[in-house]
């Protein structure tokens, strides 16, 4: 069926209990607080885009109204030459997709089969959250692609694609045979691989459904499935998240065995790396070969800078005060206090709010004391949320609390405006409701308990809590552990007697939203809360087998509702960082914030205003 109901969300179905449960989603937004809207869902072809139910809440710009016939050309017209320098704020250890799934500077080189549309207004949609409507994802290496039957996924490529003219691959065409390559490599397909990657192990449960992929000439490749679930097969086909898609040259493993050293580098990307120093940079030339050109200005070749670097940056303050000082060009992930002090001292720097999954607590619902609902419920009850929102946030978040998926995701949850007026009372600041509970489920005098957190993300929160907590007799200790002794103590051992906190989970997530319906499933790695309810577990299998969009809406909005009506987590609101980019920076809105995937067809399309970057004196 060459036209079906096609919808991106569902990235990576089953993912490593590891990723995410340190991955941030995201959103690139506004500093107002209201949800977004939404448009109509429609169906479309495979190869066109119509509409989509795309979260559009506005995001903060600076960009002036356009007078010209498009709305980028407010932007002025793009400039070649000149350097971009980003920061990273850890250290690049892998340079093979295969041993790493993928980073924001592999993905300079390396490219997938599909993009986003650069052409979009950003206040439509502004590509800053993991969750990519299908009607913005466009092909890149992939021409067009259709489904002829319910099991059978075709993707024809472009023609005239090159690998990096760099031994031993020099320059030769981009075909079929190299996708089926990779995959194979990837998940242990055929073609001599049976040991899949160890990156995408849990990746490959989520494809056990991929039966094989095959190229039928040299610009088309057959996959084929064992499920016959089109939405299912699209979503996953059309995910940017996924190592499988970082196309590497078979020539250069087979010469070096992998390309994990930075030397082993080719792709068919629109830049080639030059020079890498570990905890240093990572240095990027202009591939002059490179084939895309840029879709707004169809005239132009891309990419439009000469080099790329970036900059391996771990200490905050040494970030900030490059980014001061005009060393950098791009830095993200800038926490609420350092934007504010940016924006005092260099107003000229352009900053975006990006909203996170949202900060939550865990409980051990399998153990006492937060075993009994109305505990987790005066445990809520017991935190201001208005507060918490207009003083630590300083009024930039909304005081609406959480559930499964952020509110961001219009179309994907269950609204706040839509909860019954009861259980909106369950999240209103009310101590002596909160004692009542307590009460009555046997604690007249509260209790002692504990909290095990990662210290790397808001301890500052995690005293706020405590405080409000100890108004209704609850002492809360702060366990504090570092980033990796938390992973091995919770994520991996679920050593903790009763609570856990990481920034990032288990509430307001963005991600795909089938994805999100493992959160609180039995036995999923990430369920620190050991939470075991039959009701929940059906949500998953409910929406695999579901044979429409609008059913798995409705398995999704359920499951919202049951984790806001159960008190899984504890909600502590959705907070943002910032992206900051200097003004000479043109056409960036965050869009490489939530995948990193992406990094490369961004940067080939940014460019550096020179006019500009020269009356700021530099």
């Avoid at 002090?341 to 949202?358: G, R």
């Avoid at 159960?566 to 003004?583: E, G, I």
Wanted: hydrophobic share 40%; charged share 15%.
């Amino acid at each position: 069926m060459k036209k079906s109901v096609i919808w991106l969300g569902l990235s990576i179905l089953i993912v490593s209990a590891l990723i995410l449960a340190s991955c941030n989603s995201s959103t690139t937004t506004t500093t107002t607080s209201k949800p977004a809207t939404t448009t109509t869902s429609a169906q479309v072809s495979i190869t066109t885009t119509t509409s989509t139910n795309a979260v559009t809440k506005p995001i903060t710009t600076t960009t002036p109204t356009s007078t010209g016939a498009h709305w980028y050309d407010s932007l002025g017209k793009p400039q070649y030459g000149g350097q971009l320098t980003a920061s990273l704020n850890s250290n690049i250890v892998q340079f093979d997709p295969y041993l790493t799934g993928g980073t924001s500077v592999m993905n300079c080189w390396i490219e997938q089969l599909w993009c986003d549309d650069w052409t979009l207004d950003p206040k439509v949609f502004a590509y800053g959250m993991t969750f990519r409507p299908p009607d913005y994802v466009k092909g890149n290496l992939a021409l067009s692609w259709e489904m002829p039957d319910t099991s059978t996924f075709i993707v024809h490529l472009r023609q005239g694609i090159h690998w990096q003219n760099i031994p031993p691959v020099n320059g030769r065409e981009f075909t079929s045979d190299d996708v089926v390559w990779n995959f194979d490599r990837m998940y242990g397909l055929g073609g001599g691989f049976t040991k899949p990657s160890p990156f995408a192990v849990s990746d490959v449960s989520s494809r056990a459904d991929l039966t094989g992929v095959t190229a039928t000439d040299k610009y088309t490749v057959v996959f084929k499935w064992r499920i016959t679930n089109p939405e299912y097969i699209q979503e996953t086909m059309l995910d940017q998240g996924t190592g499988s898609q970082n196309f590497v040259a078979k020539e250069a493993v087979a010469q070096w065995g992998d390309v994990g050293d930075w030397h082993h580098a080719i792709g068919t990307g629109p830049f080639i790396i030059k020079d890498y120093v570990s905890d240093g940079s990572a240095t990027l030339v202009k591939n002059p070969d490179y084939w895309a050109v840029d879709e707004r200005y169809p005239q132009n070749k891309l990419p439009y800078v000469d080099k790329l670097t970036f900059l391996i940056i771990t200490n905050a303050a040494t970030n900030l005060a490059a980014m001061r000082t005009a060393k950098i060009d791009l830095t993200e992930q800038v926490s609420l206090p350092d934007a504010q002090s940016m924006k005092k001292t260099n107003p000229e720097i352009v900053q975006l709010s990006v909203p996170q999954s949202a900060n939550g607590i865990s409980f051990r619902v399998d153990k006492p004391p937060f075993n009994d609902i109305n505990v987790r419920r005066a445990m809520q009850m017991a935190i201001d949320l208005p507060t918490l929102a207009n003083t630590y946030y300083q009024g930039t978040v909304s005081a609406v609390p959480d559930t499964l998926t952020s509110y961001f995701m219009t179309g994907w949850g269950y609204p706040y405006e839509q909860w019954s007026q009861s259980l909106k009372d369950e999240y209103k600041f009310d101590p002596v409701a909160a004692k009542k509970l307590l009460s009555a489920a046997g604690y007249p005098n509260g209790f002692k308990t504990d909290v095990v957190a990662d210290s790397t993300k808001d301890m500052d929160l995690m005293q706020i809590v405590a405080s409000n907590l100890s108004a209704i007799g609850v002492t809360m200790e702060i366990r504090p552990m570092d980033a990796a002794s938390w992973v091995t103590f919770v994520l991996r051992g679920h050593n903790e007697d009763a609570m856990a906190f990481r920034s990032g989970g288990p509430l307001g997530n963005s991600y795909s939203p089938i994805r999100m319906l493992q959160l609180f499933r039995t036995g999923y790695p990430a369920d620190f809360g050991l939470v075991s309810d039959p009701v929940f577990d059906a949500f998953y299998p409910a929406a695999m087998n579901a044979s429409s969009v609008d059913a798995i809406k409705k398995i999704v909005a359920d499951a919202n509702k049951m984790v806001a009506e159960q008190h899984y987590a504890l909600s502590l609101l959705q907070p943002d960082l910032f992206s900051l980019y200097q003004p000479w920076l043109k056409g960036y809105n965050a869009q490489t914030y939530a995948l990193s995937n992406v990094a490369g067809f961004y940067t080939a399309r940014y460019w550096i205003d020179s006019g500009v970057k020269k009356s700021f004196g530099h």
